[in-house]
């Protein structure tokens, strides 16, 4: 399980490492509208990981695939949170302060409060990704063998 969650977190985090990079190359990059592209990524590579690990396991739990889940968007999100830290504090500083004069916030802490929200944000839409494709993925109890759980 380790496997698969690392080398999907590495995945996700690479891809979304070069779509901050491509955006910066165009100019793009200072408009955070375009983050929401982020979510996408994410719920790409979290699918992918959950999907490869449903298919290695021949009974696969719910507790084990939210598990992989987890950990493979908290991989991708501890490591580009770490990547945008280098990128605003040591390649280009007037990043966070421009985006912080777009929505009119003057603090002090612009680029610790930047590098917090993404942190923030990657962890809540890997929690909510998770939860969704696990209710995709989990077995039912709608069938033959689950009928034996129900009331009747």
Request: glycine share 10%; no cysteine; hydrophobic share 50%.
């Amino acid at each position: 399980m380790f496997k698969v969650y690392s080398r999907y977190g590495f995945g996700i985090a690479a891809v979304l490492i070069a779509y901050f990079l491509i955006l910066k190359l165009i100019g793009l990059h200072q408009y955070p509208v375009l983050s929401s592209v982020n979510g996408l990524i994410f719920g790409f590579g979290i699918y992918m990981a959950l999907k490869k690990y449903s298919a290695s396991e021949t009974n696969f739990k719910y507790e084990k695939g939210f598990e992989v889940g987890l950990f493979s968007g908290g991989i991708a999100s501890v490591l580009f949170s770490i990547f945008m830290a280098i990128y605003m504090y040591q390649i280009d500083t007037e990043f966070s302060s421009g985006i912080m004069n777009k929505w009119n916030l003057e603090y002090d802490l612009g680029t610790l409060m930047l590098v917090l929200s993404i942190l923030i944000m990657g962890f809540a839409t890997t929690i909510v990704l998770t939860l969704s494709f696990m209710q995709l993925l989990k077995t039912s109890w709608n069938t033959q063998d689950g009928n034996r759980n129900v009331m009747k």
